[in-house]
């Protein structure tokens, strides 16, 4: 059974960083491409990082220069680094594989910035 487990999050001020990290279980990690997500106004989950099995990066033009994706195939965990968080940085945030999510999403982790 496939297993997303997301932390990370919590409250910061506008310029401040967060470190999420997610691990994962119940797939091949090191031949899957990742991916975070954020949850938007409608309920639906957005892509906006993913990195291949081969450690190409992706990402939505609004964290390009702010966000990293990264991995660990040895702790079968990945991370995003976010920089300069901005208050519409606010949201959700998940984990999945990086092309046609799994069903089975994580409860997420909520990432607040605001001064």
């Known amino acids: 059974q496939v297993q997303f487990v997301e932390s990370g999050g919590g409250l910061v001020r506008p310029g401040e960083s967060l470190n999420l990290s997610c691990v994962v279980s119940?797939?091949?990690?090191?031949?899957?491409?990742l991916g975070w997500y954020r949850q938007t106004p409608d309920n639906q989950r957005q892509l906006i990082a993913r990195i291949t099995a081969g450690g190409r990066l992706s990402y939505v033009e609004w964290v390009t220069g702010r966000f990293t994706i990264s991995r660990d195939n040895a702790k079968n965990t990945f991370y995003l680094e976010m920089n300069n968080l901005k208050p519409e940085d606010t949201a959700v945030y998940y984990c999945?594989?990086?092309?046609?999510?799994?069903?089975?999403w994580g409860q997420g982790t909520q990432v607040t910035v605001s001064s």
């Open positions: 999945n594989v990086g092309w046609s999510p799994y069903d089975s």
């Open positions: 119940g797939i091949v990690f090191q031949d899957n491409s």
